[in-house]
């Protein structure tokens, strides 16, 4: 009997988590590594079914830079990046509209359709979803003017988001996945990073959890040991420490901005763990960096 027990346990655990989120938004980034794995994607695709049965409103935004680069290196054009940016040229911009909108974001709809959810599919034109401008990147220079701007292309940030399409999908009980591509005021198109984009939609929804899969546990400390819950001022004080660094860094900034623009709580977390978005969400401990506001 004491299998049966366990899992009784774990539902009852589950319960008051259940009950605190009904009805609530939560908006998921997935991409990178967190794609790869057969039995990661289908661990994927059911949670987030599972929320939705249980009255929770997901919202998916996703990534594609591995698939990208696969597809430029098949027609012979060399990925550029400059401070973590894809360079995107005309021709780059349709490759990534192509793979983001044609190929990736079709995949993950029919996985989680698959495993029982309504999913539908966006990208930021859709309903002028994502209005974008394009990127500044600054860096120091060694003239007078102290800073040089760089170009690289069709790269754009977040300028606002019409979450009306979103809400209207929620309503009649589909899963909106969305492609980060964003659209200008001239009707120009652009490439933006998925975790800049899922931090802008749940701010938009005012949703209850932004959650960032990633191929990492979370946050670590000096020692290297995970950080199982931070504050916003804490947050802050080891990124200026230096021990938030590298790639983490702009992962939780987006976290910090979404705490700032009305989203309760953030999360990152390790994606390829199965079943990742459960164990984080509905256990007491999680499995990953919980960022919340100052108490």
């Known amino acids: 009997m004491d299998h049966p027990i366990e899992k009784a346990k774990v539902l009852i655990e589950a319960l008051p988590y259940i009950r605190r989120f009904w009805g609530k938004t939560v ?6 590594s967190t794609m790869e794995e057969e ?15 249980i009255g929770l409103n997901p919202v998916v935004v996703h990534g594609g830079g591995p698939q990208i680069g696969e597809m430029l290196s098949k027609i ?10 894809r360079v995107t040229d005309p021709e780059t911009m349709e490759i990534v509209e192509m793979v983001l909108v044609g190929k990736v974001n079709k995949q993950i709809v029919s996985l989680i359709n ?6 539908v599919g966006l990208s930021g034109k859709d ?3 994502l209005l974008a401008e394009k990127m500044r990147l600054r860096k120091a220079s060694s003239s007078e003017k102290g800073q040089e701007e760089i170009d690289i292309g069709m790269v754009g940030e977040v300028k606002a988001v019409r979450p009306e399409v979103i809400q209207a999908l929620e309503k009649e009980g589909f899963i909106p996945v969305i492609a980060p591509i964003g659209v200008g005021e001239s009707g120009e198109t652009y490439n933006i990073n998925a975790d800049l984009v899922a931090g ?13 899969l990633t191929d990492v546990e979370g946050v670590l400390d000096r020692e290297k040991n995970l ?4 504050s916003s001022s804490e947050a802050r004080e080891m990124i200026e ?46 499995i990953g960096t919980q960022i919340t506001r100052e108490p």
């Open 76 to 85: 012979g054009k060399k990925s550029e990046f400059i401070e973590g940016m």
């Open 39 to 53: 039995r990661v994607r289908r661990s994927f695709a059911l949670d987030v079914v599972l929320l939705k049965y």
């Open 127 to 129: 309903g002028g979803l």
């Open 227 to 230: 950080v199982s819950t931070l």
């Open 27 to 32: 908006v998921i980034k997935y991409g990178g």
């Open 241 to 286: 420490k230096k021990i938030i660094s590298s790639g983490m860094i702009p992962k939780v900034r987006c976290c910090l901005d979404a705490l700032e623009e009305g989203v309760s709580k953030t999360h990152i977390i390790n994606g390829t763990v199965e079943h990742a978005i459960l164990l984080e969400m509905f256990t007491d401990v999680g």
């Open 114 to 119: 698959q495993q029982g959810g309504k999913a």
């Open 200 to 212: 802008k939609v749940a701010s938009a929804l005012k949703a209850e959890k932004l959650i960032l």
